[in-house]
Every structure is written in C-alpha cells, then in structure tokens.
C-alpha cells in the first residue's frame, strides 16, 4: 500500500539586480504556498496523475517484517515546469529513499509551474511517501 500527501512551499529563484550589467545584489526571495496565486499542476492528470505514476513505478523492497514507512523528499519545481533539487529529507532505510528519487527522476512530464501575481516563480514541494509493508511469511 502506497499513499501519498504533498506541502507545497514557492520558492523564488535567486534575483541578481544589476547596475550598468554589473551583479550587485543576491537576495533568495521564497513564498509559503497560500501566497501563491495559482498552484503547480502536474501536466499528466494534475496531481493525481503524480500519485498515479508514483504508485506505479515504486518498487517496494522486500522487508521480512509487516511495517510502515514513511519517506520524506523535497524538490523544486522549475519556472519551465521541470523538477530539480530532489533530495531525501528523512529515509526508513531497505534503499525507499534512493528508490523515491529514482522514481521522481524517471518523470517524463513536466509541471505546469505555479504563478505569483502572474508570474511564473519556482516551487519547493516536500512530499512524505508512506508505505505499507506486508510480509510473506
């Protein structure tokens, strides 16, 4: 059994001002998700489509034990709707959380990114995986 749940946070990119074309100021601007005028969409079924391919392509370890897991990620949807920055926040270990990353990167389809006021900007997702393990003794 496989369950997912997302907490999205923006994150503006960092902004260089630049005077006469010289960098003169790098500030990392970030936004919580309910400043956020519209929210990223996966482009394959919104986020359901996500859960769905999620799902799909996970493949769970073979623990002797009943158990559930939980595994904690986070990364950035880009203002081109592409994902970077995907990283193992907390790990249960039996390799799910390098096995979640592989999964995330394997995505063929992009987001459609999210917009403040308008504007494209990058989004920080954190997202907990929880799965459920029943042993075949």
């Known amino acids: 059994m496989l369950s997912l749940s997302e907490e999205a946070n923006a994150q503006e990119k960092s902004k260089t001002e630049k005077f006469e ?9 970030s936004y919580a ?3 956020l005028t519209k929210q990223p969409e996966y482009s ?6 996500f859960y769905t391919y999620v799902y799909k392509h996970f493949k769970v370890p073979k623990v002797n034990k009943d ?10 949807i880009e203002k081109d ?9 907390r790990d249960p270990g039996y390799g799910m959380g390098d ?7 394997s995505m063929d389809q ?12 990058s989004a920080n997702y954190n997202l907990p995986i929880t799965i459920n393990i029943t042993s075949k003794k």
């Open 44 to 49: 394959d079924g919104g986020m359901q489509g």
């Open 21 to 29: 074309g010289i960098p003169l100021v790098e500030q990392q601007l």
């Open 33 to 35: 998700a309910s400043e």
């Open 99 to 105: 096995e979640a990353v592989r999964v995330l990167k």
């Open 67 to 76: 158990m559930t897991a939980r595994i904690y990620l986070s990364f950035v």
């Open 110 to 121: 992009k987001w459609i990114p999210g917009e403040l006021n308008g504007e494209k900007v």
């Open 81 to 89: 709707g592409s994902m970077s920055n995907i990283k193992i926040l």
